[in-house]
């Protein structure tokens, strides 16, 4: 549960700055949009960690993570959903 929680608040937390920022006074330089895109990226950085190293049971099995074809797979499916 602790893992599940990290990636989907880290991703919503470091995606939602992108579409907010041209709606802020200051923009990018807004300290709101640095502190989203800061944290997203620190509560991604923390899965990975309790993914390696703490949680009993694995969300995604980290030997995956390390596969040539699971991440060639994540990139074309993250490249498909830019396209799209």
């Given amino acids: 549960m602790i ?3 990290l990636i989907c608040g880290g991703f ?3 995606l939602l700055p992108f579409s907010l920022a041209a709606r802020q006074e200051k923009g ?6 640095i502190c989203m895109i800061v944290f ?3 509560a991604i950085v923390l899965f990975a960690v309790w993914e390696k190293y703490l949680a009993p ?3 995604f099995p980290f ?3 390390k596969d040539r074809s699971v991440i060639a797979a ?3 499916g993250c ?4 396209a799209f």
């Fill in 57 to 59: 049971r694995t969300f």
């Fill in 79 to 82: 490249n498909s959903w830019i």
């Fill in 40 to 42: 997203g990226i620190v």
């Fill in 12 to 14: 919503s937390v470091f």
């Fill in 3 to 5: 893992g599940l929680l």
């Fill in 63 to 65: 030997h995956l993570m």
């Fill in 28 to 33: 990018w330089a807004s300290p709101m949009i």
């Fill in 74 to 76: 994540c990139m074309l």
